[in-house]
């Protein structure tokens, strides 16, 4: 920092230190307390070296402060910097004589700037800016002030510090000259000869004696709703150092404030914008991301008293596409969420709520999705065909002009909080489904590359859709045979929706009329404005933190064990519902409680919960051929009707492979027949048993078992 004071608008020198320490000292907050002084004791007391300041309290104390940071940011900070020191000296010297540096971290900006708008003109200016970490390399060490060892022809050695100023080094920079043997020079004409660079001697560079700071570099991009449509999402580089360092991960969203630097690479007249951070303040709650002022509060308050209010948050949700009553109330419910629980022992539970819908072509399932993700206080849309594995979850990537290692982060990371609405999810490639499992049931993204290990929380609920294998859904085939989806992602969705489309003249002219009146004048109103909608959302998912109460309880025990008695009732009956679906019912429950900001969760909210549950049950967990609620339909792909025939064909032919001969088709046929299977479910069982590798075909029509 130059030695020489900046002016002010009369033209007068400006001692910005004492000004500085003049506020921390004496500013006193409404409580009557001296804040600054309060905060600078609590920094050493803990061995800090920084120190919030309110940008507000230095408007109230001293408008000249605030011009200062405005105008020369720079030299304000430094300037801040020192007058922190000196209040620490006043406490205690032997602290700030440990400390390098002290820094102050700027918080309560006023007004963001979008990242978009970053130019020219902001260049070395204070900015604060809002947006989506996405990259960030491990935490480095920087040199700022290097220490050298002049070693002279004679053997002589002179160690010193460079830059000889306070400056700190911006690269790696060779000394120019010695200053002590400038010093210890006799005549001007040596003195020239010994500050040219090396006149005699080498300088060698010690760097245990040298200083360092953490360093890291972030890069931060836009947040999903800040970008324009059609337009790529525009990022910046962020420069961290000190204690700012791994204070946000990828998938995090921050308010940064810094300064606009420029960066480039050497011989080149282009250069980029980074910035160089003073503060980061991860905003990882929800309602720090959409603004509810006190009035938006009240209207939500006051619309919680609605008794209706359910229906009308259901009948919001897209309102320009007609009925889907239960569909749209599960879409609500996945909105507000269920109450996440961490135990005593670390195990987390899960309350994102997942939701797949599988309906024919033109049923709206890509709007309510785009609805959906619109509505979220944190939503993102994504399809299958545009989705791989690491830009649902995470990836390490290199970096092409320095090589290093980033941490990047993708959809389900970046909705972390909010939710993901998968569009096409039957067009993703087997390999990419497999990596959201994770995700869904844990909550996280585990990534192992290149010496990198992150575990990083996608907390995101996932609202996806899918068309059926054959175009149509066919009715005798069940869910599994309608989608092309593995179990493994079937069974993680707490409600599977069926959407047909079925003629139908009296709902068709409903449809029609519906239609008509959207795209007239009026268009389609909804009950609750989408803005206030979403403040709703993001208020509830805060405040409200329902707990199942006696009778609810009861309500959702008595519906598991009585279908659970079904199944024990029959050696032979399917399993009806299992744990996963006792989970997804408590989820629900909450979520019901949730739409209305109540803290408990009653009877009415089990009671809708067990309904809802059921509906979806008995439309795809029914089993086609025995009329009977078959779970297994869900967690294996299978059920157990299926399952039992494909044992018993399977048996037959272990049995002629162990009498050393093949199983003929004609004779599966007359097996089949008295199992009264027809003869396409034959086809498929054998077919689902090569893929197995339970048998195979040794030659046409002949069939052995790889295992007696």
């Known amino acids: ?29 409404e409580y009557g307390e001296r804040k600054y002084v309060k905060r600078i004791k609590e920094m050493v007391h803990y061995e800090r070296k920084s120190i919030p300041v309110d940008y507000e309290d230095l408007v109230r104390y001293d408008e000249r402060l605030v011009l200062a940071l405005d105008r020369e940011p720079q030299v304000a900070l430094e300037a801040l910097s020192r007058a922190i020191k000196a209040v620490v000296e006043g406490m205690n010297r032997e602290y700030a004589e440990k400390v390098r540096r002290f820094y102050s971290r700027l918080t309560g900006w006023v007004k963001p700037t979008p990242m978009r708008e970053i130019r020219s003109d902001l260049l070395n200016r204070l900015v604060m800016l809002e947006g989506v970490v996405v990259r960030s390399t491990p935490p480095r060490e920087k040199i700022v002030r290097a220490t050298y060892v002049h070693v002279l022809p004679d053997g002589a050695q002179h160690e010193f510090s460079w830059p000889p100023d306070d400056r700190e080094l911006e690269e790696v920079e060779r000394p120019a000259y010695c200053p002590k043997c400038l010093a210890e020079s006799e005549t001007p004409e040596e003195s020239s000869e010994k500050s040219g660079f090396p006149r005699r001697g080498s300088f060698r560079l010690v760097l245990e004696k040298s200083s360092f700071v953490d360093w890291q570099l972030l890069t931060l991009q836009e947040r999903p709703e800040d970008i324009p449509p059609g337009q790529l999402p525009r990022s910046i580089d962020v420069v961290l150092t000190e204690d700012i360092v791994d ?37 990882q709650r929800l309602l720090e991301e959409v603004s509810v002022s006190p009035e938006d509060e009240a209207k939500i308050r006051e619309l919680s008293r609605d008794p209706m209010v359910r229906r009308k948050i259901i009948a919001s949700i897209a309102p320009a596409i007609y009925g889907y009553w239960d569909l749209k109330e599960a879409i609500a419910l996945l909105l507000f969420g269920g109450v996440p629980k961490t135990l005593p022992d670390g195990t ?53 002009q320095t090589g290093e290692f980033f941490l990047e982060a993708g959809a389900m990371v970046l909705a972390d909080g909010g939710i993901v609405s998968i569009d096409e999810i039957d067009k993703m490639r087997e390999d990419d489904r497999v990596a959201i499992h994770e995700a869904m049931e844990q909550g996280t993204v585990t990534i192992s590359k ?89 208020y509830a998912r805060k405040y409200v933190k329902p707990k199942l109460t006696e009778e609810a309880r009861r309500i959702i025990e008595s519906y598991y064990i009585e279908l659970r008695r079904r199944s024990a009732s029959d050696p032979n009956a399917p399993l009806a519902i299992t744990t996963r679906q006792l989970e997804a019912l408590i989820r629900l429950s909450e979520a019901h409680a949730r739409m209305a900001l109540k803290n408990e969760v009653e009877p009415e909210d089990a009671l809708e919960a067990v309904r809802l549950m059921n509906a979806v049950l008995e439309k795809v967990g029914m089993d086609v051929e025995t009329g009977m609620m078959d779970i297994d339909i869900l967690m294996s792909g299978k059920p157990k009707s299926f399952r039992d025939k494909e044992i018993a064909i399977l048996e037959h032919i272990r049995e002629s492979t162990r009498r050393g001969e093949c199983a003929k088709h004609r004779d599966l046929e007359r097996v089949a027949e008295s199992l009264d299977i027809d003869r396409r479910t034959l086809e498929r069982i054998l077919e689902d048993l090569k893929r197995s590798g339970d048998i195979y075909e040794r030659r046409a029509g002949c069939y052995m078992s790889l295992h007696e």
């Open 247 to 283: 204070t946000a991960r990828p998938g995090d969203r921050v308010t940064l404030i810094g300064i606009v630097r420029l960066k480039g690479r050497k011989l080149s007249p282009v250069y980029d914008f980074c910035v160089e951070a003073n503060n980061v303040i991860p905003a």
């Open 450 to 538: 290149a010496g990198i290990h992150a575990r990083l929380s996608a907390r995101a609920s996932v609202l996806a859709a899918g068309n059926p294998k054959r175009g149509r859904y066919v009715d005798s085939l069940g869910l599994s045979g309608n989608i092309n989806l593995p179990v493994t992602i079937l069974s993680r969705f707490d409600l599977i929706f069926v959407i047909k489309d079925v003629a139908d003249v009296e709902r068709d002219r409903h449809i029609v009329r519906h239609v008509l009146e959207v795209h007239g004048i009026e268009g389609a109103r909804a009950e609750i404005p989408p803005d206030l909608l979403r403040k709703y959302v993001a």
């Open 348 to 400: 987390r539970i899960r309350g994102e709520i997942h939701v797949l819908i599988i309906g024919d072509p033109g049923t709206a399932k890509s709007q309510l999705l785009q609805y959906a993700s619109r509505i979220a206080p944190r939503g993102l849309y994504t399809t299958g065909k545009g989705s791989s594995a690491a830009g649902l979850t995470a990836a390490v990537i290199r970096d092409k």
């Open 1 to 29: 920092m130059p030695n020489s004071q900046p002016l002010d608008s009369a033209g007068m020198e400006v001692d910005y230190v004492t000004e500085f320490q003049d506020f921390l000292q004496n500013y006193v907050d």
